[in-house]
T-cell receptor, first 112, second 115 residues
Framework: QQQVKQSPQSLIVQKGGISIINCAYE??????FPWYQQFPGKGPALLIA?????SEKKEGRFTISFNKSAKQFSLHIMDSQPGDSATYFC???????????FGTGTRLAVRP | GAVVSQHPSWVICKSGTSVKIECRSL??????MFWYRQFPKQSLMLMAT?????????EQGVEKDKFLINHASLTLSTLTVTSAHPEDSSFYIC???????????FGSGTRLTVV
């Protein structure tokens, strides 16, 4: 049973545009929601993360919006650049557990 | 920041042979390490979780006799693919967690090709 649903599967954005990736979760016990960026042939790297006690977190061009009541969270990449082209995974974890539950991933391509 | 070194980055082996992949935490003690498998254009699939000095816990459907995991120290875990076959060809990624509950760091991955 997939516990974190991610959309879209792929996304093409023009340079300078806003990239938006959405995730929804089912398990209300999740209390930490990280986003990972993965380049081809590399392991995932933590991009930004949020806890459910805040509705938004911003780090540079990257922002997470969190809607606890809807059990949804999203990643916004402002002023998208070709170097942002990668696969993005949302994830969720319970503080009492130790396994990350990953979304299915979004392949982002930023056109020059 | 926390760094996890994974070697080799790629390996080609003949069918029937065994391959060992190493995962080292360079600047922190990894109380728990995770091994993932990733197929092209797919998400990461957790294979097993290992705690230092304990037997690994394998996810359902993962053959523990085929994918041997050893976590003998707080900085090193190894995954050995025994009697490899072409269907074992994949991208294998390790992840290490230290004392911080949410501190996961991933290795750079190993591309295994079995011919």
């Amino acid at each position: 049973q997939q516990q974190v649903k991610q959309s879209p599967q792929s996304l093409i954005v023009q340079k300078g545009g806003i990239s938006i990736i959405n995730c929804a979760y089912e398990n209300t016990a999740f209390d930490y929601f990280p986003w990972y960026q993965q380049f081809p042939g590399k392991g995932p790297a933590l991009l930004i993360a949020i806890r459910p006690d805040v509705s938004e977190k911003k780090e540079g061009r990257f922002t997470i919006s969190f809607n606890k009541s809807a059990k949804q969270f999203s990643l916004h990449i402002m002023d998208s650049q070709p170097g942002d082209s990668a696969t993005y995974f949302c994830a969720a974890i319970r503080s009492s557990g130790d396994k990350l539950t990953f979304g299915t991933g979004t392949r982002l391509a930023v056109r020059p | 920041g926390a760094v996890v070194s994974q070697h080799p980055s790629w390996v080609i082996c003949k069918s029937g042979t065994s391959v060992k992949i190493e995962c080292r935490s360079l600047d922190f003690q990894a109380t728990t390490m995770f091994w993932y498998r990733q197929f092209p254009k797919q998400s990461l699939m957790l294979m097993a979780t290992s705690n230092e000095g304990s037997k690994a816990t394998y996810e359902q459907g993962v053959e523990k006799d085929k994918f041997l995991i050893n976590h003998a120290s707080l900085t090193l875990s190894t995954l050995t693919v025994t009697s490899a076959h072409p269907e074992d060809s994949s991208f294998y990624i390790c992840s290490a967690r230290g004392d911080a509950s949410y501190g996961y760091t991933f290795g750079s991955g190993t591309r295994l090709t079995v011919v």
